[in-house]
C-alpha cells in the first residue's frame, strides 16, 4: 500500500481500505481503547498531509529487530510501517550509502525538527569514548547525543536498546549501555519496547498511537507501554492450567513435554517476564516460544534473559489466579480459596521464592 499524501482510498500492494481499517481497530482494541477507535486511528495515520518521518539508529545490535519488522509474513505489516512513516534513515534498509546516506540523514534531521521519532535499535556502547561502535567514522553514542534533542520523542526498539540485552552480558566488555540511561536528565519522551526481538506489533502500535493522539501511550515505570507489557506471561499461558495443577514437563521430549505440559522445570522465566508473547503471538502461524515447546527464556526482562541460566527455574513475582477465574477480585469469602487453588501447581513440586503478599499489591509496584 502506497497512502503517500494522497490518501487513504488508494489501494495498492494488495491492502484494501478495509483490510486496513481492519488492522487499525484490531490495533486499537488491543491497546484497550474501544474498537470506534479504529476508523480514528486509519483517518490520522493516513490524512497527515506529511507521514511523520522516523530516523533509525543502530548500535550494539544484531539487526534481529529490523528483520522481524520487516519479514514478518502477516499482510501489509511491513507496508504499514514503511507506508505510514517516512522511513528516512535506517542502514539495514536505506538504498542509498555511504556519505549520500549520511547527507540525507542531516538533511531530515535539519527540515523535520522537533517533529521527527527517532528509533534506536540496539545498545550504545560507553567505555573509551563509544569506540566500540561507530557509524561514519562517529561513536553511535555522539550520534544519539546530538540527535536526540532535536526529535520529537525516542522509541528505543528491542532488549539491547531498552535495557543492555545481549551486549551488556557480563562482563559487558564495551560498556553497552540502554538508550533511556543516556539520555537520563534531559527532559527527551523515551519509549521502551524490550524483546529480542520484540513483537512488529507493540511497536506499530506505539507508533499509531502516537500518530493518531500526538502523545506516547501510558508507559510502566520502565517506560513500557503498559498495553503490551502490563501482564506476565504466566498469566495468560495456554500451560497455565498445567502449572495450576502441577503438571510438568521434566525433560524436553518426556512424556509431559509430549503432551504439552507446563515448561516450568526446563526453566521458563514466564512467571518474572512481563509481555504479552502468551496472547499476541508471533507471524501468521500465532506461534511463540512456549507454544512450540520451548520455555520462555525472558528475553524482553531486564535481569532475567541473557543473565540468568537459560534452564533454571524462574523465580515467580508474584502468585495470580489462574485466567480461568472470573476476577482477580475474589468475592467476599472466596479470597483464600482462590489464592489456594493459584498456589496449587507451584505447591506441587515447584518452589516459590518470591511472592507477593496480596493480589494487586505486586501490580501496583510493577505499574
Ligand atoms: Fe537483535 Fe535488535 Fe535482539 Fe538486540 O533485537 S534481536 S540482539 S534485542 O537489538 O537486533
Ligand atoms: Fe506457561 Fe511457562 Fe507459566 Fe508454565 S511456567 S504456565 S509454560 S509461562
Ligand atoms: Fe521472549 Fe519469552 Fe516472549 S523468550 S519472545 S519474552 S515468550
Redesign the pocket.
Same mark, same amino acid.
Do not use: M, N, Q, W
Given at each position: 500500500m502506497r497512502c503517500n499524501d494522497s490518501g487513504f482510498d488508494q489501494i495498492s500492494n494488495g491492502v484494501s481500505r478495509r483490510d486496513f481499517l481492519k488492522v487499525c481497530t484490531a490495533t486499537a482494541v488491543y491497546m484497550g481503547l474501544p474498537a470506534s477507535f479504529g476508523p480514528k486511528i486509519a483517518e490520522a495515520a493516513t490524512a497527515a498531509k506529511k507521514r511523520p518521518p522516523v530516523i533509525w539508529l543502530s548500535g550494539q545490535e544484531c539487526t534481529g529487530c529490523t528483520e522481524s519488522l520487516v519479514r514478518t509474513s502477516h499482510p501489509t505489516l511491513e507496508h504499514l510501517i514503511l507506508d505510514l512513516i517516512a522511513l528516512d534513515y535506517s542502514e539495514t534498509l536505506n538504498t542509498g550509502a555511504g556519505h549520500q546516506a549520511e547527507e540525507f540523514r542531516a538533511k531530515s534531521i535539519e527540515e523535520n525538527k522537533g517533529k521527527f521519532i527517532l528509533v534506536c535499535e540496539g545498545s550504545i556502547p560507553v567505555k573509551d569514548g563509544g569506540v566500540y561502535c561507530k557509524v561514519a567514522g562517529v561513536p553511535v553514542l555522539d550520534i544519539l547525543k546530538e540527535t536526540a534533542p532535536k526529535a520529537a520523542a525516542v522509541i528505543a526498539i528491542g532488549s539491547c536498546a531498552t535495557w543492555g540485552g545481549v551486549p551488556s552480558s557480563g562482563p559487558n566488555p564495551t560498556g553497552a549501555t540502554p538508550v533511556y540511561k543516556i539520555l537520563e536528565g534531559t527532559g527527551i519522551p523515551v519509549i521502551n519496547i524490550p524483546g529480542c526481538p520484540p513483537n512488529g506489533y507493540n511497536f506499530l502500535s506505539t507508533v499509531l498511537y502516537y500518530v493518531t493522539f500526538k502523545k506516547l501511550p501510558e508507559l510502566d515505570k520502565k517506560l513500557r507501554p503498559k498495553f503490551a507489557y502490563g501482564r506476565l506471561?504466566?498469566e495468560n $499461558?495456554?500451560?497455565?492450567p498445567?502449572?495450576d495443577a502441577g503438571r510438568f514437563a521434566e525433560q524436553f521430549g518426556d512424556e509431559g513435554h509430549r503432551k504439552g505440559y507446563?515448561?516450568?522445570k526446563l526453566g521458563?522465566?514466564?512467571?518474572e517476564t512481563f509481555n504479552n508473547c502468551?496472547t499476541l503471538r508471533f507471524n501468521d502461524m500465532g506461534t511463540w516460544p512456549?507454544n512450540i515447546g520451548h520455555? $520462555?527464556f525472558g528475553c524482553s526482562e531486564e535481569g532475567v534473559g541473557f543473565t540468568a541460566p537459560l534452564h533454571s527455574p524462574?523465580r515467580p513475582l508474584y502468585i495470580t489466579p489462574p485466567t480461568q477465574f472470573a476476577s482477580a477480585t475474589p468475592e467476599k469469602g472466596k479470597g483464600a480459596s482462590a489464592l489456594a487453588a493459584a498456589a496449587a501447581?507451584a505447591a506441587i513440586g515447584v518452589g516459590v521464592v518470591a511472592v507477593g503478599t496480596s493480589l494487586g499489591k505486586k501490580d501496583k509496584e510493577e505499574s
Open positions: 506471561i504466566h $499461558c495456554e500451560r497455565r498445567h502449572f507446563c515448561l516450568y521458563c522465566k514466564g512467571p502468551s512456549v520455555p $520462555c524462574a501447581g
